[in-house]
């Protein structure tokens, strides 16, 4: 059970996190910053997107990024040994946690193409004896995933599944690796795959129930009901059609 004090000093982070990413321009939306939207890697269309890849060229908000991480580390898991940053964007999230709350840190390796777990047990076939994590691993470690955001969970169970090869590789064993810790959540249906792979996934901004409310005041009242409606029932938005509605509109406003 989360305390109420850090339950508050959470909130504050997050509120204070966001809006300046949004200031900074890595949160963006159709109607600012791209009309024609985005597609996510996982196929679907979006109004809005979260661009945290420039994150390390903003050092005060990364620090606070990885002091605000750090603690959910501490104050929700506890007694976690290290944190492995997914490639990219995770890598520099990772190092900042390490560097504010001393906790070490290793990352994973980028497998280009691979978009799910099957297909990464398809390349590991024929991946050969190269290291998948950097940094370093001892039997017993309680290891936790640090990434950016999360949207279907495919790229947090990709990251495991190259710990678990990883540990093989390197004769260790009693290894844990139960937890999840991203900045966002999109809260379009990770947690529950989460839960599924007896995973827990904790995230600082929780963005459809929490996260975009914090925006509320920097964005335009259409902006804000769209993004809105988009996290209720996305698969709305795949219609051609409204994404052209949704394009005049951001024209029309330019």
Known sequence: MIKVSWKNEREKMGKEIIQSLYREGMIKTWYRDKSDGWYLASGLWSPFYIQLR???????VLRK??????????E????????????MAGIPIATAITLTEEIPSG???KLEGVRDVNEFHSLIEKYGEHALIEGELKSGDNLVVVDDL???FNSKLIAIEQIKYELKRRGLSNVKCENVVVLFDREQGAEKSAMEHNIELHSLIPF?????????????EEEYSVIIDYLDNPIRYQNLNIQINLKNMAKCEV
């Open 54 to 60: 420039p994150l390390s060229s903003y050092p005060k």
């Open 107 to 109: 990352f994973t390796r």
């Open 76 to 87: 929700e898991i506890k007694d976690v040994d290290k944190i492995i940053g997914v490639a």
């Open 150 to 152: 999360v949207t279907k």
């Open 65 to 74: 990024v990885g002091y605000a991480l750090g603690k959910i580390i501490k």
């Open 208 to 220: 459809r129930t929490k996260g975009i409310s914090w925006l509320a005041d920097f964005l335009a």
